[in-house]
């Protein structure tokens, strides 16, 4: 079975100033990894470097056997679902309208949901129990609440990749046990 996420010799970082290097590893479908250390180590700098949001500053990363570099938005969409630390500036969005957006990399170029996208969307929302905030303006939601529906943004990408960044933060122990068995399950 190939590895859906490689990164050979890669080093990250910006640009002046080079973060961690020698980084090699393979995963394979229903691996789940976690990322410990201190604060200020390069977490969050690796995660986004294997998202695509920062270049890599030596070495290889790949996609489903594909050069990370080479795809495109949409097909990097597809496969890869990213839910980090900032909070997203949502203006008026609703709780579906934000946990929606998971799903335009599979729309055609009008972007519009059929109906079995927005079952999806829904059928995300519910499993992070973000449905009661459905139809809640995300500018309301708390911080935990607005979580969640970046969680369900992106497992409505239905992608075979999730790339998590301090996703349990603002959720209480509970939810935390919850969302750790839903991995689990998916």
């Known amino acids: 079975m190939s590895a859906i996420l490689a990164m050979e010799a890669l080093a990250i970082g910006y640009p002046g100033r080079i973060v961690a290097e020698h980084l090699t590893l393979a995963l394979s479908p229903g691996d789940v990894v976690a990322l410990i250390g201190p604060n ?8 986004r470097t294997l998202a695509g949001l920062l270049p ?33 500036e949502t203006g008026y969005l609703s709780g579906f309208d934000l946990a929606a957006a998971g799903r335009y990399p599979h729309t055609g170029w009008r972007g519009r949901l ?50 998590l960044d301090e996703v349990t933060s603002f959720l209480d122990v509970p939810r935390r046990v919850a969302f750790f068995a839903l991995l689990g399950e998916l």
Request: glycine share 10%.
């Open 40 to 47: 200020g180590t390069g977490k969050t700098t690796l995660l």
């Open 114 to 163: 059929l109906p079995e996208d927005v079952a999806i969307v829904d059928e995300a929302l519910a499993l992070v129990g973000a449905a009661p905030f459905r139809d809640r303006p995300v500018a309301n939601l708390s911080d935990g609440e607005r979580q969640r529906v970046m969680v369900a943004r992106a497992l409505a990408q239905q992608p075979r990749l999730l790339l």
């Open 56 to 88: 890599p500053l030596g070495g290889s990363i790949t996609l489903g056997g594909d050069r990370l570099d080479a795809l495109s938005a949409r097909e990097k969409a597809r496969q890869l679902g990213v839910v980090l630390t900032e909070r997203p």
